[in-house]
């Protein structure tokens, strides 16, 4: 899988979703002094998934801190560095262990600064999503949970050059972000970015592909399933217009309503479970704001309130496909 | 930096007294506002643990950093928050330190060095302990100091906090204030090993019990703690044996506390100790005390008086501060 890549410009180079990132981290080290990561494995060893491969060699051991297995312990010491002016960066090895540091981020990084007005500048990096046979611990999508809790922003790229320019406004934003990089995307998705030092605003979706007919509001992975969805419904002769949210905490209302407002149609596509999820916030969200617009249900397409199995067609059954999406575009069509 | 001497001098003896009294003082208003239902919400007091509270908070310099519990409003006292700011925070009022956003004692300031508890506890163990690692990373000669209950050191916070610290030698002393009882339930329901100091060894770091109703032992020891951690000596872990002398909570009268344990206690009171220690030494005579005493019910009385008349917050302002700009 791979994005349609950009004409190659001079500045641009080719870049894998998790080279996008590494790169981010380093320029960003290179660039603020007070940026210091702590991990497990994320020295010598270079992170589970590589992320920060040769960082200790060259940034020392004083920036790229190895820590023990204490996901509490060394958040909050990341609250605590945030709180004396350093910009920590953390990662979780996969993001199924964020649970494992649960009350720390949302009873103390993020209602720090409602109390006091002292700010916590702290990066949450977590891997997360499924797709790769990991099982029920190695492959969750947490974002949800953290969406709700106020205080923290919570964002989940989907292409090289968001997630390159999102961690760099998560490490430059004052809060606790919470920033969800989907692995399956890692090393399948690549794309040209530019070389020039950039950022992508926090809180901002954007329409990845225009369409007249039907809405396709999704993040992460699933712009992927969205895309390849939008370009079979092409060929039937229906318009998708695929948007991507980016940030799912504070989420982009505007970009969803004048989407709705053009197509009347909505379809919710997310890789978590669906009760309760992003999909019922936005379809909320387009019932309160835009009902007017409504030419048909809003749709949500999810993965089953279940954990997430390990077998392949356990885990194919569970995750959303183009075909999911397709009948709920076909769905869509007799209204 | 001015850093004080192991044996303090008689005008820092008179501060601690001061102070003693002072915190004393504070927690029998409040409780006495919060029977009379003149609080918005709860109370959480110390009342007996001053010789800790005071004397290991008192060993910290300017610049280090103290992350209390909300039973630790005195501890705050010597890093120069005020009687005032104590009851506009209690009183819920927009002068607070929280700006009415949180409860009781979760108040703190970080330009004095103090930050704002949570209720989960032991959370800023790790807290404090990067605190810590940002002091080391940027070679500061700094000093963080957490403190906690003895119940909190049933919880994995506690043992990953002094874990990491020992590992990355870390600028911090761990305080925990062992009172006998974790709400209703006392200690040897709550842990098998004798003291709470014995399980330093299992982090290979000092474990210290003193006396915690001896404010010269409380302040001599932690300083001892903090000076080894300021030049690169690593954590430290003391434990103050102690009497919770009141409820867990304002509601909670005790009664699961034999009568028998109180009046032991009470015969030790770290004030009425601190006392003797003064009048023996020629510092202290009736008075004396008497000016003390009445500096400081001029400050309570002020502080009740300056909360009472502060206007609340607006109701609007509930949502605001959720984010940093």
């Known amino acids: ?335 | 930096m001015q850093v004080k001497p192991l044996d303090l001098g008689t005008k820092e003896l008179m501060d601690i007294y001061y102070l003693m009294r002072l915190g004393r003082a504070i927690e029998d208003r409040l409780n006495l506002l919060y029977k009379g239902g003149r609080l918005p919400g709860a109370i959480y007091l110390g009342t007996g643990q001053e010789a800790i509270e005071i004397g290991a908070s008192y060993a910290l310099e300017q610049g280090d950093v103290l992350a209390p519990t909300h039973r630790d409003m005195m501890s705050q006292l010597p890093r120069g928050i005020t009687p005032r700011e104590v009851f506009l925070q209690h009183y819920a009022r927009a002068g607070s330190l929280t700006h009415g956003k949180g409860e009781d004692n979760y108040q703190g300031d970080l330009k004095r060095g103090t930050f704002a508890t949570v209720s989960m506890l032991p959370d800023f163990y790790p807290v404090a302990a990067g605190a810590a690692l940002a002091f080391k990373l940027r070679r500061e000669k700094r000093v963080a100091m957490a403190y906690c209950g003895e119940g909190s050191t049933s919880v994995g916070d506690w043992h990953e906090a002094i874990n990491v610290a020992s590992v990355l030698n870390l600028p911090v002393v761990f305080v925990v204030i062992n009172n006998g009882y974790a709400y209703s339930t006392p200690v040897y329901k709550e842990m098998k090993v004798a003291n709470v100091a014995d399980r330093a060894c299992a982090y290979a770091i000092p474990g210290i019990i003193v006396d915690g109703n001896d404010i010269i032992e409380c302040y001599q020891e932690t300083k001892k703690a903090v000076e080894r951690a300021r030049e690169g000596g690593g954590p430290t872990l003391i434990e103050a044996k102690t009497m919770r002398m009141r409820g867990h909570a304002g509601h909670d009268p005790a009664t699961y506390v034999a009568k028998d344990i109180i009046d032991l206690w009470t015969e030790r009171d770290p004030i009425v100790r601190f006392e003797n220690y003064l009048t023996e030494r020629g510092l202290l005579n009736e008075e004396s005390k008497k000016e003390v005493v009445g500096r400081v019910n001029e400050a309570v009385e002020d502080a009740v008086n300056f909360a009472e008349q502060s206007p609340y917050p607006e109701g609007k302002e509930a949502v605001g501060d959720v984010y940093a700009a």
């Open chain 1, 1 to 335: 899988m791979s994005m349609q890549p950009n004409q190659s410009q001079d500045g641009q180079k080719e870049t894998l979703f998790i080279d996008a990132i590494s790169q981010a981290l380093w320029e960003e080290m290179e660039r603020d002094p007070g940026i210091f990561m702590m991990g497990e494995d994320i020295g010598p060893y270079g992170g589970a998934f590589k992320v920060t491969k040769g960082f200790i060699e060259h940034f020392g051991p004083e920036r790229i801190i190895d820590m023990p297995i204490a996901e509490e312990a060394f958040t909050g010491m990341a609250v605590g560095a945030a709180l004396m002016g350093m910009r920590p960066v953390i990662e979780y090895q996969y993001a199924d262990f964020i649970s494992c540091a649960w009350d720390q981020i949302v009873n103390v990084a993020a209602k720090y600064h409602y109390r006091t007005r002292e700010a916590v500048p702290m990066v949450m990096r977590a891997p997360s999503g499924a797709g790769l046979r990991a099982g029920p611990f190695h492959s969750q999508s947490p974002e949800g949970w953290f969406a709700h809790v106020p205080g923290l922003k919570v964002v989940m790229p989907a292409t090289p050059y968001d997630a390159k320019g999102l961690i760099k406004a998560a490490i430059r934003d004052n809060n606790p972000v919470i920033f969800f990089e989907h692995k399956y995307l890692y090393r399948r998705l690549k794309e040209q970015i530019p070389a020039e030092d950039y950022t992508v605003p926090i809180g901002k979706a954007k329409v990845q592909r225009e369409g007249g007919d039907v809405t396709i509001v999704t993040y992460a992975a699933m712009l992927q399933t969205a895309l390849e969805a939008a370009n079979k419904a092409q060929e039937k002769g229906v318009s998708v217009e695929v948007v991507d949210l980016r940030t799912i905490y504070p989420l982009d209302k505007e970009i969803i309503l004048n989407s709705v407002a053009k197509t009347g149609k909505v379809i919710m596509l997310y890789e978590d479970t669906k009760t309760l999820g992003i999909g019922a916030e936005v379809s909320a969200i387009i019932a309160e704001e835009a009902f007017e617009s409504l030419d048909g249900p809003v749709l949500r397409v999810a993965s089953p309130d279940a954990p997430i199995p390990y077998s392949p067609p356990l885990e194919d059954y569970y995750l959303p496909q183009v075909d999911d999406v397709m009948a709920a575009i076909d769905r869509l069509a007799a209204y």
